[in-house]
Structure formats: C-alpha cells, structure tokens
C-alpha cells in the first residue's frame, strides 16, 4: 500500500471516532463544542458527528479494503439513524 492509503484509513479511524463524543453529546441533549461554535445545540452535534461518519464512510469506501457496500439499505440505515438521533436530541434537549 503507498503511503497515502495509510493516511487515508488513519482520517477514516479519525473521523468515526470524532463522531461519537458529537453524537453521545447530542442525542442525550447536552451542548457540546463544534467548529460553529463554543457550545453548540444538541441538533447541531448530532448533525456534526453524522457528518463525521459520513466523511470516514465515504474515504473508507472511496480506499477499499473495508467492506462498505453503499445500497438503499445502508442508505435507508442511515437516515433512520439521524433521524432518530436528531428526535433524540430535541427530545433531550
């Protein structure tokens, strides 16, 4: 592998794992620091960590290697995911 595929799975790890203290924060209502601002709302760390899934999805994909076939499934997943997470961020919030 050439030395930018390193690179590119070492962003993947670091973009999944950025996503969980954004989405922890947001679903159970807390505000939570983001690049928008000091403390942002719950919505906008829900939005913010499912933005960071789907940067690490989409290079992880875009590398190979890790099997990550996009269909209506995994579509349909992910958008039941960050609606449920942004009801749970306003429910919480």
Do not use: C
């Amino acid at each position: 592998m050439k030395w930018y595929g390193y690179l590119g799975y070492f962003l993947v790890g670091a973009f999944l794992v950025n996503s969980i203290p954004h989405l922890v924060q947001g679903i159970t209502g807390q505000e939570f620091q983001t690049p928008f601002g000091a403390l942002s709302l719950p919505i906008v760390n829900v939005v913010w960590g499912f933005i960071n899934l789907a940067v690490g999805y989409s290079i992880a994909t875009i590398l190979g290697g890790l099997s990550f076939a996009f269909d209506r499934r995994v579509g349909m997943t992910a958008l039941g995911f960050l609606a449920t997470a942004i009801m749970l961020a306003y429910a919480f919030g």
